[in-house]
T-cell receptor
Framework: NAGVTQTPKFQVLKTGQSMTLQCAQD?????MSWYRQDPGMGLRLIHY???????DQGEVPNGYNVSRSTTEDFPLRLLSAAPSQTSVYFC????????????FGNGTRLTVT | KNEVEQSPQNLTAQEGEFITINCSYS?????LHWLQQHPGGGIVSLFM???GKKKHGRLIATINIQEKHSSLHITASHPRDSAVYIC?????????????FGKGTLLTVNP
């Protein structure tokens, strides 16, 4: 059972480049979400989805796009990378119920120069 | 102002000590999560609770909904408990899919 798989683990981009962070889960979870973790800030929600075809913005959505064409996959796209997007990114998933625990991926460390 | 406040920010203990980490929140919630993150590592869910108390091994989590407060206790602490502990609250009503996180408590347990 793979759980939540994030790729890549590390990435370096130049300002203005675009890229996609991949997230896949094999637990048939309806809810998937992307967070960024910055020193002194805690985790902040970027985008989330409650099912295939449904996405919504979180606290810090600017500069990021998401789509949810299948239950399993929830990619995060950086349209034009900026140094302010240097961060560690985590994907998480869970069932929709209030009592459902979160399952996190191992994170992607992104540096934008 | 962060809606979720954790205390202390940093905590150093000797092996065997009883540890308490606190989490206070200011909004109505449907559930509260305690998470653990080892240095350079991923994030693991320890507890999810909406009322009362839960226990798993040496870890105990409690929540007081009326006082908007939760505590995470570690009994007989061990150096392998050294990690960042994060409190996160799930909103109620229309926002119950959104999590708001505390900034974390860095726990160091010395042998």
């Amino acid at each position: 059972n793979a759980g939540v798989t994030q790729t890549p683990k590390f990435q370096v981009l130049k300002t203005g480049q675009s890229m996609t962070l991949q997230c896949a889960q094999d637990m048939n979870h309806e809810y998937m979400s992307w967070y960024r973790q910055d020193p002194g800030m805690g985790l902040r929600l970027i985008h989330y989805s409650v099912g295939a075809g449904i996405t919504d913005q979180g606290e810090v959505p600017n500069g990021y796009n998401v789509s949810r064409s299948t239950t399993e996959d929830f990619p995060l796209r950086l349209l034009s990378a900026a140094p302010s997007q240097t961060s560690v990114y985590f994907c998480a998933s869970s069932y929709r119920g209030v009592d459902s625990p979160l399952h996190f991926g191992n994170g992607t460390r992104l540096t934008v120069t | 102002k962060n809606e979720v406040e954790q205390s202390p920010q940093n905590l150093t203990a000797q092996e065997g000590e009883f540890i308490t980490i606190n989490c206070s929140y200011s909004v109505g919630i449907s559930a509260l999560h305690w998470l653990q993150q080892h240095p350079g590592g991923g994030i693991v869910s320890l507890f999810m609770l909406s009322s009362g108390k839960k226990k798993h091994g040496r870890l105990i989590a409690t929540i007081n909904i009326q006082e908007k407060h939760s505590s995470l206790h570690i009994t007989a602490s061990h150096p392998r408990d050294s990690a960042v502990y994060i409190c996160a609250v799930k909103g109620s009503g229309g926002s119950n899919y959104k999590l708001t996180f505390g900034k974390g408590t860095l726990l160091t347990v010395n042998p």
